[in-house]
């Protein structure tokens, strides 16, 4: 195999510091009836040593994933953001916004324009420039990169989001590793990368969203006379204390790999054996590497249930199981439902009240295995 050059600085010098094996695209759903096997691709991350970006190794062309339902946490996440940017003095009430999004949605350009921001056309200049997940999409990170800063019009800014490396590590978040994210950023290497396109964090703001998300506000060289603030500051020392630029610190992420997926598989065994039935909530990705390495199939969990039209009729990638819609719910009465994406929570309690009041509850499926549940 050909030496990895970073996706973002070119260097040549890292760690494999995540190996999950040969794992399913989690971004493609077979129909129900394809009955597999499905392929599988090697899922590596590698952290490079030069400037310290943590990112996918491999790259298979997988197609992209059906459009999710919008989750509510992530809309009401996009109007604080905005919000908080704005009362901060960094939004313009006026100028010309472009936004590089996520292909799972969450665009900002509605609450922008209802700002005052006008959407400029692709290529050309603005004023502000929003990447909420955009950016760990792109394979060429320094490519991807490079061209928002050179759209940027003189005095503008950068705001880019995303799901903080040291969140990933601090929380055990083995399964946010998945095929199609190809940078996993700390505010760290976020800044070796800005440098390298002439531009520097000036303020940041977290949000609780995926357990630590980081929305930073990057400006052009020269043309601000203001350094990082305290909230930048604290992300970086945030950053050194986890290990976000040290291999040894990614350690307990392997280890916890095995822990997880066999705590998960245990309990799924146990309820079966106790006759309780359970179903799974939320087809997203990282509940894919979850199911495959705890060996799930459709006798312990008989169905995850999605509220996307777009995933009915599929199944998981890598197992039997098939996504359903969720009216499943109030037909199957589960004794428990395995919930993975903690973030839909509040959301799924309010939307599925037959869940609870039919004596079942509600479980976090990253738990398994922290010791939290
Ligand atoms: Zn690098």
């Known amino acids: 195999m050909d030496k990895h050059a970073c996706r973002a600085c070119r260097g040549s010098d890292g760690y494999l510091v995540l190996d999950l094996g040969e794992q399913p695209a989690c971004d493609y759903f077979p129909r129900r009836d394809d009955p597999g096997p499905d392929p599988v691709y090697p899922l590596q991350m590698w952290l490079c040593s030069s400037c310290g970006l943590a990112q996918l190794l491999a790259d298979p062309t997988v197609p992209e994933e059906p459009k999710g ?17 704005s009362q901060a003095g960094w939004l313009p009430d006026r100028g010309a916004v472009a936004e590089y999004g996520s292909p799972h949605g969450g665009s900002w ?27 760990m999409h792109a394979a060429d990170q320094r490519q991807a990169l490079a061209e928002r800063a050179a759209r940027i019009a003189p005095g503008g800014m950068l705001l880019l989001q995303y799901h903080a490396l040291s969140t990933i590590l ?48 990057a400006s052009r060289d020269g043309e601000r006379n203001v350094r990082p603030d305290a909230v ?16 040894g610190a990614f350690a307990g992420l392997q280890r916890d790999v ?64 098939p996504v359903a819609a969720s009216g499943q719910l109030a037909a199957d009465k589960p004794d428990a439902v395995l919930l993975f994406v903690p973030d839909l929570l509040a959301e799924v309690r309010d939307a599925y009240p037959e869940v609870e009041a039919g004596g079942g509850w509600w479980v976090d499926a990253q738990a398994f295995g922290s010791g939290s549940l």
């Open 170 to 217: 601090g929380r055990r978040q083995w399964n946010a590793l998945r095929h199609g994210h190809y940078a996993y950023y700390s505010t760290t290497a976020l800044t070796t990368m800005l440098a390298a396109v002439g531009f520097s964090p000036v303020t940041a703001w977290r949000f609780s969203l995926y357990g630590g998300t980081v929305l930073l506000a």
């Open 109 to 135: 350009l509605g609450l922008a324009a209802a700002r005052g921001l006008v959407t400029c056309a692709p290529g050309e200049q603005a004023d502000v420039i929003i990447d909420c997940f955009g950016l």
């Open 258 to 321: 095995r822990a997880h997926a066999k705590a998960l598989h245990d309990w799924l065994a146990a309820e079966r054996s106790a006759g309780r039935k359970v179903l799974g909530y939320g087809a997203a990705s990282r509940a894919v590497a979850l199911l495959c390495h705890a060996r799930v199939d459709r006798r312990l969990l008989p169905a995850v249930i999605d509220a996307s039209p777009a995933k009915q009729g599929l199944r998981m990638p890598g197992t039997d199981i």
């Open 69 to 85: 339902a919008e989750p509510a946490a992530l809309i009401a996440q996009a109007a604080d953001a905005v919000k908080q940017v």
């Open 232 to 247: 930048v500051q604290s992300l970086v020392a945030e950053d050194d204390r986890v290990g976000v630029c040290d291999p």
